[in-house]
């Protein structure tokens, strides 16, 4: 696959953690399942990067970022609200709505006309501003194919992951990155694969993390 430059660059602008889209804000239950002893700082990091890429981003959040990706506008509505009525977390469905929201925020301000006409979608109430559907979309508006999306699409939720770890104390910066090197292998061989038929998760572990999350006093991330 030849990726024009520009596509190519603005993969690197979204993949990029600096950009102020707020998923630095989520863990997607990785505190809680740490507080919990459920994880354990002797477990290999790239374990667990592994094992959320497979319970849930595999065959569900991929399948929303590259149908939202060659989804026609209109269609994209019936596509957030059906992400959202497939979540099985209340607390889940929250975080990929505020981590949606918060994308579409940072691209609309940057001035993607796509990005605020949909941030004015889902302020109206008719759809909730999913994380998968929302980053379909802007990575549509910015030449990317599927494949491209859905690249980045993994790639932010490993990254996101590991920093969120480090920032935890449960892992060291550098043990992070040699995490992230050994499971891009998975991830790359994961994009290569058939979207399935319809969306699936296995991840019942980390929405009843977050969903304990959720109820605690005091707590670094939002999810």
């Known amino acids: ?13 979204h993949a990029d953690s600096a950009l102020p889209s707020g998923g630095f ?11 919990d002893g459920l994880l354990d700082e002797k477990e290999p990091f790239a374990d667990v990067l592994r094992w959320y890429l497979t319970t849930r981003w595999a065959d569900f959040d991929r399948y929303f970022v590259c149908h939202s990706c ?9 596509l957030d609200r059906f992400c959202t009525t497939s979540s099985t977390s209340a607390a889940g469905r929250e975080s990929s709505a505020r981590a949606g929201r918060s994308l579409l925020t940072a691209w609309s301000r940057i001035g993607v006309a796509a ?19 929302v980053q379909g979309l802007i990575y549509a508006e910015h030449g990317m194919d599927q494949q491209l999306a859905a690249a980045v699409s993994g790639w932010s939720l490993l990254s996101n992951l590991a920093s969120a ?20 292998p998975l991830l790359a061989e ?11 998760s296995w991840g019942m572990v980390q929405d009843i993390a977050m969903e304990r999350h959720a109820r605690r006093p005091a707590r670094l991330f939002a999810s």
């Open 25 to 35: 804000a989520f863990s997607w239950g990785l505190e809680q399942l740490y507080d």
């Open 115 to 133: 990005a605020a006409d949909y941030a004015a979608l889902v302020r109206s109430g008719a759809v909730a501003g999913n994380l998968p559907v």
């Open 1 to 13: 696959m030849t990726v024009p430059t520009g596509t190519l660059l603005a993969a690197l602008l």
């Open 190 to 200: 994961t994009i290569e694969q058939p979207l399935p038929g319809t969306p699936s």
């Open 70 to 78: 060659a989804a026609a506008p209109g269609e994209r509505p019936d």
């Open 165 to 184: 770890a480090v920032r935890l104390g449960r892992v060291s910066a550098l043990a992070a990155q040699q995490s992230l090197a050994a499971t891009l």
